[in-house]
């Protein structure tokens, strides 16, 4: 009774946890229109990072600073871009000369905001909202103390959706358009918001379609049969000056109203769209087939040197921003592919709104209080599906206690398979040493080589986990020991290019083309070590066929075949992290392109960001156990990326417990904490992180030799941290990169700062991932403000 309780708490939470993707004159989308220049601009879609690029009366334009953004808005003669993960944004007038307005690593912003001349967004850690610019530079932030669901933004004035009620509060500064606005919702609970430029529209919880404000130009007056055959509830608004177009059912094409019939047309006859943004005076939506962009309006006179319909020189715009957050409604079609590996884009729930059979209710008269809206449909719908998920959840908890009772028959359930080491570098193991005796006590039986790795590795390919990134098991492909053969020539010693405890590693290419990496692991008649390189062929194969992230090396495939087991890796052009910073051609080699300060915290700040997937958003988490230099690989466009899985373990569930757990790791890099007392928790992963940062600093190893000791071995940790905490960072940062200056001295004092903390010996004294990706995330903008190429970013 308990599970089904907890699951119904789940699923109501999980039920009011959605998104609707409204657009237009001021709201936050990956579309905006510079309404003033008529200048059109969007985050594209299949890159690294998702920049932004505009279009208008001069041609296309690619957008400094040159980061990743979550949103853009748009007003008369700016735009604004909030960068991903809303620590900063950034605003360009008509000629793109930019501004750095907000820029705060601990208040994060979402829902940017763009008005006339004014910029409004919500603080994540309180949920109010602060404004900025408009009339005097001084638009007022909402008086009252309230947090707020969502924002928009129209000609002097700025409303929100209340999170406390679902009500709506507006706030201006040159006429009382806002509060004519805010009286005529009344009490009416809305789901969604969007302004023009004097009236605003948005979707009640009982599904009506509701606007208020400026009618002058029947912008307020939409068609009777959208409340009847139901607008999309996750498809777009769009306001303008004196005109309203919206996304309908069933074929996701555009309605207009307003503005004298000035936006009926061809344009948009049978072309579905994504999301819709209005300017002024013209209108322009993403549309579903290329997401390309196609503008349309009385207003719309660029000269787009392309054909009839309208669709500007642009290319492809990502439909919803690139998240690391869970998906509760799924996610979008290719999202992996939109966001390059960097996230995914959530689709929008669709059944949270009922969409009523009758006309919405009038807005309320002065002379009447305005009225609730009608609950009864949504609740009673609510109610049946509660009653469905209950039974459904009681059935699922009988099956659970029979699979319960089969594990403890058959003995499967109190077994936790041991993760064996397989790096290129020494590794120690302490605790019991018999390689088949897992954490808990219980001895693995015997197995026979063949028949027992297929049946798992079948089950590997079958398994899901839940999490941001789309499951591998599918991509996974299996190759027969002769077409690896074949691809590495005979698995020659020329195209042997690395090599470690569990075996060597090849260079190949497929018959399809693709280079690849091949891990072969080397067979050994001890059957200790036979079991060891077997389970760590296992816990690779496992966690790599089911992960797929930017900063985590692909699995491309494997191979069982007799006694062979072999790994097929995505290839990695410009090796490890640790040849580039050990090996003497890089020492000799002066102007290699890793000697910088930028390249340099980009990597640890690349391979943090694969940390953090497994540590936050895999479910349950991975605790790697072995992150080093080695292990972190670069890609053909020096992308970091955290390799080499054969130690790694699903960590505990409720974040802050730990495991009991034989230690093993890396001389070096082991976390003390782990290694005396054989505790396992995430902050083990951290520790090493710090050596590796530390690393990247002064281009120490991780054991070095101490000269004032005679030449004995110490770990660099015990050599570089006391002098750094007596102020001596300048005189231990590695000579081949060159000393920092300005932002870029800034930024390095950042990074030595953050590895400090990751060092502690004490692990309750280290910082989360989280806070490691945003420090390194910060230290990379600030190396990134040297870059501009004569560009001058101030901030306001």
């Known amino acids: 009774m308990k599970i089904i309780t907890l699951l119904t708490v789940i699923f109501i939470t999980d039920f009011t946890l959605f998104t609707l993707l409204v657009n237009g004159y001021g709201s936050s989308s990956t579309l905006a229109i510079g309404h003033g220049s008529q200048t059109v601009c969007g985050i594209v879609a299949e890159e690294s990072r998702q920049r932004i690029q505009c279009f208008g009366r001069n041609g296309s334009v690619l957008i400094q600073p040159n980061f990743s953004y979550e949103g853009i808005s748009g007003g008369k003669d700016f735009f604004c871009g909030l960068s991903s993960g809303g620590s900063s944004f950034f605003c360009w007038d008509s000629v793109f000369s930019v501004k750095r307005v907000y820029f705060n690593t601990s208040v994060r912003l979402r829902d940017l905001s763009v008005?006339?001349?004014?910029?409004?967004?919500?603080?994540?850690?309180?949920?109010?909202?602060?404004?900025?610019?408009?009339?005097?530079?001084?638009?007022?932030?909402?008086?009252?103390?309230?947090?707020?669901?969502?924002?928009?933004?129209?000609?002097?004035?700025?409303?929100?959706?209340?999170?406390?009620?679902?009500?709506?509060?507006?706030?201006?500064?040159?006429?009382?358009?806002?509060?004519?606005?805010?009286?005529?919702?009344?009490?009416?609970?809305?789901?969604?918001?969007?302004?023009?430029?004097?009236?605003?529209?948005?979707?009640?919880?009982?599904?009506?379609?509701?606007?208020?404000?400026?009618?002058?130009?029947?912008?307020?007056?939409?068609?009777?049969?959208?409340?009847?055959?139901?607008?999309?509830?996750?498809?777009?608004?769009?306001?303008?000056?004196?005109?309203?177009?919206?996304?309908?059912?069933?074929?996701?094409?555009?309605?207009?109203?307003?503005?004298?019939?000035?936006?009926?047309?061809?344009?948009?006859?049978?072309?579905?769209?994504?999301?819709?943004?209005?300017?002024?005076?013209?209108?322009?939506?993403?549309?579903?087939?290329?997401?390309?962009?196609?503008?349309?309006g009385a207003g719309f006179s660029m000269n787009t040197t392309t054909n009839s319909s309208n669709g500007l020189p642009l290319p492809k715009i990502i439909p919803g921003p690139c998240t690391q957050s869970l998906c509760s409604c799924g996610v979008y079609p290719d999202s992996d592919t939109l966001c390059s590996g960097s996230g995914n884009i959530c689709r929008q729930c669709e059944s949270d709104i009922k969409t009523p059979s009758t006309p919405p209710p009038l807005p309320p008269s002065p002379s009447s209080p305005p009225q609730e809206p009608r609950r009864q449909t949504f609740w009673t719908a609510r109610n049946k599906g509660?009653?469905?998920?209950?039974?459904?959840?009681?059935?699922?908890?009988?099956?659970?206690?029979?699979?319960?009772?089969?594990?403890?028959?058959?003995?499967?359930?109190?077994?936790?398979?041991?993760?064996?080491?397989?790096?290129?570098?020494?590794t120690i193991t302490r605790g019991n040493s018999n390689p088949t005796q897992s954490g808990s006590g219980s001895l693995t039986p015997p197995f026979s080589r063949s028949s027992t790795i297929r049946r798992q590795t079948?089950?590997?390919?079958?398994?899901?986990?839940?999490?941001?990134?789309?499951?591998?098991?599918?991509?996974?492909?299996?190759?027969?020991?002769?077409?690896?053969?074949?691809?590495?020539?005979?698995?020659?010693?020329?195209?042997?290019?690395?090599?470690?405890?569990?075996?060597?590693?090849?260079?190949?290419?497929?018959?399809?083309?693709?280079?690849?990496?091949?891990?072969?692991?080397?067979?050994?008649?001890?059957?200790?070590?036979?079991?060891?390189?077997?389970?760590?062929?296992?816990?690779?194969?496992?966690?790599?066929?089911?992960?797929?992230?930017?900063?985590?090396?692909?699995?491309?495939?494997?191979?069982?075949?007799?006694?062979?087991?072999?790994?097929?890796?995505?290839?990695?052009?410009?090796?490890?992290?640790?040849?580039?910073?050990?090996?003497?051609?890089?020492?000799?080699?002066?102007?290699?392109?890793?000697?910088?300060?930028?390249?340099?915290?980009?990597?640890?700040?690349?391979?943090?960001?694969?940390?953090?997937?497994?540590?936050v958003y895999a479910v349950p988490p991975i605790i790697h156990r072995d992150i080093k230099s080695s292990n972190i690989l670069l890609d053909a466009t020096w992308t970091g990326k955290v390799s080499d899985f054969g130690l790694s373990l699903m960590g505990p569930e409720v974040e802050g417990e730990s495991m009991s757990m034989k230690a093993a790791g890396t001389v070096g890099y082991m976390d003390p904490e782990y290694y005396s007392l054989n505790v396992l928790t995430p902050k083990t992963d951290i520790y090493c992180l710090g050596v590796v940062l530390l690393e990247v600093l002064t281009g120490k190893r991780a054991i070095l030799k101490d000269e004032d000791d005679g030449g004995n071995l110490i770990r660099m940790v015990e050599f570089v941290v006391p002098k750094i905490a007596n102020g001596e960072l300048w005189d231990?940062?590695?000579?081949?990169?060159?000393?920092?200056?300005?932002?870029?001295?800034?930024?390095?004092?950042?990074?030595?700062?953050?590895?400090?903390?990751?060092?502690?010996?004490?692990?309750?004294?280290?910082?989360?991932?989280?806070?490691?990706?945003?420090?390194?995330?910060?230290?990379?903008?600030?190396?990134?403000?040297?870059?501009?190429?004569?560009?001058?970013i101030v901030s306001e």
């Open 732 to 792: 231990l940062l590695d000579v081949r990169v060159g000393k920092p200056e300005g932002n870029e001295a800034e930024a390095v004092e950042l990074a030595a700062y953050t590895a400090l903390r990751c060092v502690s010996v004490e692990g309750k004294d280290r910082p989360t991932i989280s806070d490691i990706v945003a420090n390194l995330d910060r230290a990379l903008l600030l190396c990134e403000e040297m870059d501009f190429d004569g560009i001058t």
């Open 458 to 615: 079948s089950l590997a390919m079958r398994r899901q986990r839940s999490g941001t990134s789309s499951i591998r098991g599918d991509r996974a492909q299996e190759f027969s020991l002769s077409d690896l053969a074949l691809a590495t020539n005979q698995f020659s010693l020329e195209n042997k290019i690395g090599g470690g405890s569990f075996g060597l590693v090849y260079k190949g290419k497929l018959s399809d083309g693709r280079k690849v990496a091949i891990k072969r692991v080397e067979n050994s008649s001890k059957l200790k070590k036979l079991q060891e390189k077997e389970s760590a062929f296992q816990t690779e194969l496992e966690f790599l066929s089911r992960l797929h992230h930017k900063h985590l090396v692909g699995l491309v495939g494997f191979c069982v075949e007799k006694d062979e087991r072999l790994l097929v890796y995505e290839y990695m052009k410009n090796g490890a992290l640790y040849d580039h910073l050990h090996s003497m051609s890089n020492v000799e080699k002066s102007s290699s392109i890793f000697n910088s300060w930028k390249m340099r915290i980009k990597v640890v700040l690349d391979a943090a960001r694969g940390i953090e997937y497994l540590h």
């Open 386 to 426: 509660l009653l469905a998920f209950a039974i459904v959840g009681s059935v699922g908890t009988l099956l659970g206690i029979c699979t319960l009772i089969y594990c403890l028959r058959v003995g499967i359930c109190c077994c936790r398979q041991k993760k064996i080491h397989n790096s290129v570098q020494p």
């Open 115 to 296: 008005g006339e001349d004014h910029v409004c967004a919500i603080r994540n850690d309180t949920g109010f909202v602060d404004c900025w610019r408009g009339q005097n530079g001084n638009f007022p932030s909402p008086v009252i103390p309230e947090k707020f669901q969502s924002l928009t933004s129209g000609n002097g004035f700025s409303c929100g959706i209340l999170s406390s009620n679902q009500t709506i509060h507006c706030w201006r500064i040159k006429n009382d358009i806002a509060f004519d606005i805010q009286n005529k919702f009344g009490n009416i609970s809305m789901l969604s918001l969007n302004a023009g430029d004097s009236h605003v529209c948005g979707f009640s919880t009982n599904g009506s379609l509701i606007c208020n404000g400026n009618n002058a130009s029947g912008q307020l007056d939409f068609p009777s049969s959208l409340n009847s055959t139901g607008v999309l509830e996750s498809s777009s608004l769009a306001l303008g000056l004196n005109h309203t177009c919206a996304i309908t059912k069933p074929n996701s094409s555009v309605v207009c109203w307003g503005g004298n019939g000035g936006f009926t047309g061809n344009v948009t006859q049978g072309v579905p769209f994504e999301s819709l943004v209005a300017g002024s005076d013209f209108t322009c939506g993403l549309t579903t087939a290329n997401l390309s962009v196609i503008c349309w």
